[in-house]
Antibody
Framework: EVQLAEAGGGLIQPGGSLRLSCAAS????????MSWVRQAPGKGLEWVSI???????YYADSVKDRFTISRDNSKNTLYLQMNSLTVEDTAFYYC????????????????WGQGTLVTVSS | SYVLTQPPSVSVAPGKTARITCGGN??????VHWYQQKPGQAPVVVIY???ERPSGIPERFSGSNSGETATLTISRVEAGDEADYYC???????????FGGGTKLSVL
């Protein structure tokens, strides 16, 4: 059974840094497309970043040059390093395993963790 | 960047059919996924690749995609279907994953 467990959220001051982690079980992170999606309280879903099994990474414009997605294959864990945080980064952050598309490449966001809340406030 | 437009809300009586639209430029040429999110829970995919249904999702959920509009159809709506629904696709021109703004389905 695929399971994803996020950790690392909390209260952080503007300008600060935080690292989120996502411990995976039931599959290998290194062999999967893995993504982060966030949701500000009461708002819609916003894609943040994705890492391909081959190591290629992509970022939303809103986080580019501030956030870094990575993984530790030995720990089967996904990470999101977040720097220069602003109040607009306040959100629940979900770790997602992306299924392979029937057409090749990444497909639907098939498995989601329960999310971890990041609050940026002074 | 690519924009997906959903109605903020849709209301339907139990037993009737709900249709939730997702508009985008030439969206029919792209592969669209749909997610259901209930309060306090993580999203769940209910339709992928326009019209494919994951295992465990009732046959009442179906999807279509053509031209400028993708549609999620829920037949014989039940109270338990009340949730927020999001469409999503990959914008290959910008290497961006895009979500629609979400539609709140209310069962009257």
């Amino acid at each position: 059974e695929v399971q994803l467990a996020e950790a690392g959220g909390g209260l952080i001051q503007p300008g600060g840094s935080l690292r989120l982690s996502c411990a995976a079980s039931g599959f290998t992170v290194s062999g999967s497309y893995m993504s982060w999606v966030r949701q500000a309280p009461g708002k819609g879903l916003e894609w943040v970043s994705i890492i391909y099994s081959g190591g290629l990474t992509y970022y939303a414009d809103s986080v580019k040059d501030r956030f870094t997605i990575s993984r530790d294959n030995s720990k089967n864990t996904l990470y999101l390093q977040m720097n220069s945080l602003t109040v607009e980064d306040t959100a629940f952050y979900y770790c997602v395993r992306v299924s392979p598309s029937i057409y090749g490449g990444p497909g639907e966001f098939g498995h989601w963790g329960q999310g971890t809340l990041v609050t940026v406030s002074s | 960047s690519y924009v997906l437009t959903q109605p903020p809300s849709v209301s339907v009586a139990p037993g009737k059919t709900a249709r939730i639209t997702c508009g985008g430029n030439n969206i029919g040429s792209k592969s669209v996924h749909w997610y259901q999110q209930k309060p306090g829970q993580a999203p769940v995919v209910v339709i992928y690749s326009d019209s494919e249904r994951p295992s465990g999702i009732p046959e009442r959920f179906s999807g279509s995609n053509s031209g400028e509009t993708a549609t999620l159809t829920i037949s014989r709506v039940e109270a338990g279907d009340e949730a927020d629904y999001y469409c999503q696709l990959w914008d290959s021109s910008n290497d961006d994953w895009v979500f629609g703004g979400g539609t709140k389905l209310s069962v009257l």
